[in-house]
């Protein structure tokens, strides 16, 4: 089992300004699953309770010069915790940097993993190892990673990332996760689950209720990918509510009911500085979807 690679500058800066800072409000510790042509983090995919996530990256993105081997058709899958990960890579730019500055050329920022003997041990542990090389010296930081995931495991992972892989049919797009955010952060004080309802003429309803109040909000005519509808003119002058009730019986609509501290926790991806963002609904309301997509800088 073999991987090593070199983190490309926009790799660098990806990771440590974007998707670990996004990933680390996700949780502590994620998957890095490493495949021949792709890079997956991934959080809590093997667990059925709580928010799970998703970070996909082709390998050109992130690193040049990759190898990866193993047993497991070349995919390499282990445990790391995020804060650790986001440590070496900012330490290891602030040290590629010094050594830029002092004009050496190979300050490259090398990544790949390793088996080592810690002190006071008596058993090799693997590790994922930095190593920043300049013309007299090296800079190595090493940071501790779980065991490997065995065939089976990794079998279970990837039908897992399969299954969190499938697109909703109906996908609206979202035009501002910052006034979203900010209603959400509202809602958290009223209680703790919210109703999603996503239209397939592109309204998005979200709506919080205890006893005592009803908060609501709706987005409407958003961009829809997917399977579509026409707004009924008979619901125009509807409330949120009854048009809400008439969608779903028609089967214009899906609605499902998730935790507002997940809901909240999910949006924090916006960290990552996504190009657009769309919400859908699994079939059955087997859970609430949120798609980030970016792209290539200067395109769409």
């Keep these: 089992m073999k991987f090593k690679a070199f983190l490309t500058d926009n ?3 990806l990771l440590e300004k974007r998707f670990l800072p996004a990933l680390d409000k996700m949780g502590k510790v994620c998957h890095l699953f490493l495949t021949r042509e792709k890079a997956y983090f991934l959080h809590n995919l093997l667990s059925g309770e709580g928010i799970q996530c998703v970070a996909q990256f082709h390998k050109e993105t992130l690193f040049d010069d990759y190898r990866i081997s193993s047993q497991n058709e070349d995919c390499i899958a282990f445990a790391i915790d995020i804060s650790l990960l986001q440590r070496a890579v ?8 010094e050594i830029g500055a002092a004009g050496s050329a190979a300050n490259r920022l090398q990544i790949k993993l390793v ?5 006071n041990c008596t058993q090799a ?26 065939r089976a495991q990794g079998l279970e992972l990837q039908t897992a990332l399969d299954m ?3 697109i909703p049919p109906t996908l609206v797009q979202v035009p501002d996760l910052n006034q979203l955010q900010n209603f959400v952060h509202r809602m958290k004080h009223v209680g ?3 109703n999603v309802s996503i239209y397939k003429y592109g309204d ?18 958003l961009l829809v990918i997917g399977e579509k509808a026409v707004a009924p003119s008979e619901d125009r002058n509807l409330s949120a509510q009854t ?21 909240s926790k999910s949006l924090q991806c916006h960290l990552a500085k996504p190009d657009c963002a769309f919400f859908g609904i699994a079939p059955q309301g087997a859970c609430l979807t949120v798609i980030f997509q970016f792209f290539i800088p200067g395109t769409r």
């Design 125 to 150: 542990m693997p590790f994922l190892t930095f190593e920043t090389k300049g013309y007299k010296s090296a800079v190595i930081q090493d940071v501790p990673i779980s065991k490997p995931l065995s």
């Design 204 to 221: 998005l309803h979200l709506q919080i209720s205890t006893t005592l109040i009803t908060l609501g909000a709706e987005f409407r005519k």
């Design 11 to 13: 790799g660098v800066n």
């Design 90 to 97: 900012r330490s290891g730019v602030s040290i590629c940097s």
């Design 115 to 119: 088996k080592k003997l810690p002190p």
């Design 164 to 166: 969190a892989q499938d």
């Design 243 to 263: 048009r809400s009730e008439r969608a779903i019986s028609r089967g214009d609509a899906q609605s499902v009911q998730v935790s507002v501290k997940h809901f």
């Design 192 to 194: 703790d689950l919210l």
